[in-house]
């Protein structure tokens, strides 16, 4: 274990050096949770190199910088009410959850993965994840509205229940583009005027956001 932390914490401290880890925030909560907590026994080892991993059900967790990166735009504060679409294995909502410190929504359509990040979040000690099963592409209008809303899975377009679900001032993350291979991550400002502004912030490649609002299965 010690030696799994002592890795984990160089490659938290290389993110830092590369400057994709800006906040001492976002540090902090990454070293509270490292990621080998949220990954099954034989992929602990390989929990520190800055690849995404396979978890269950043929999905992914992100690579450490892809996760820093949404983060950091998200810019959380204590206090602020989120929902991550996408929960797959916990880790990124266990991150959110030491950032607002309050309760935390995550929405993921696959059963198996939904008990996979409710063990891993027990684990680890997380008590203010709530995971929820369903078609995050809709969003969760009963906690709406959102400061923030993150996407971890590629979407064809902009789900237009998610923009209706942030706060005039929130913001939505997502990835947006082709159905595997290449999606341009966007950050989407809902304006208080209620004018909406995207920001992009480069390519990335996420496994597809399937629903309603994302891709069909
Ligand atoms: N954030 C995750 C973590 O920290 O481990 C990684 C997410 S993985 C890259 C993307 C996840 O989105 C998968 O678990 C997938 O099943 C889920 N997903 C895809 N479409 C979805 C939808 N419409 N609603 C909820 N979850 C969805």
Do not use: C
Request: charged share 25%; proline share 7%.
């Amino acid at each position: 274990m010690n030696d799994l932390y002592e890795r984990w914490k160089r490659t938290v401290e290389m993110l830092e050096l590369e400057g994709i880890i800006k906040s001492k925030e976002v540090k902090e909560a990454f070293l509270k949770y490292p990621r080998y907590l949220f990954v099954e026994e034989r992929y602990k080892k390989y929990a520190h190199i800055d690849e995404p991993l396979p978890i269950p059900a043929g999905q992914t967790v992100s690579a450490p910088h892809m996760v820093a990166i949404m983060l950091e735009i998200a810019k959380l504060k204590p206090g602020m009410n989120v929902l991550e679409v996408g929960t797959g294995s916990g880790w990124n909502a266990a991150l959110i959850s030491y950032l607002v410190k309050r309760d935390v929504y995550t929405i993921e359509r696959i059963p198996e993965l939904v008990e996979f990040a409710k063990r891993n979040l027990e684990r680890a000690g997380v008590k203010n994840v709530h995971v929820i099963l369903g078609d995050g592409s809709k969003g969760f209008p009963p906690k709406a509205p959102y400061d923030v809303i993150i996407v971890t899975a590629g979407a064809p377009k902009i789900p237009d229940p998610l923009v209706e679900q942030l706060k005039p001032g929130g913001k939505l993350i997502i990835p947006v583009g082709s159905y595997h291979l290449w999606q341009e991550l966007l950050e989407v400002i809902k304006k208080k005027s209620g004018d909406i502004e995207i920001k992009s912030h480069g390519g990335v490649a996420f496994v597809p956001l399937i629903g309603e609002h994302g891709w069909k299965e």
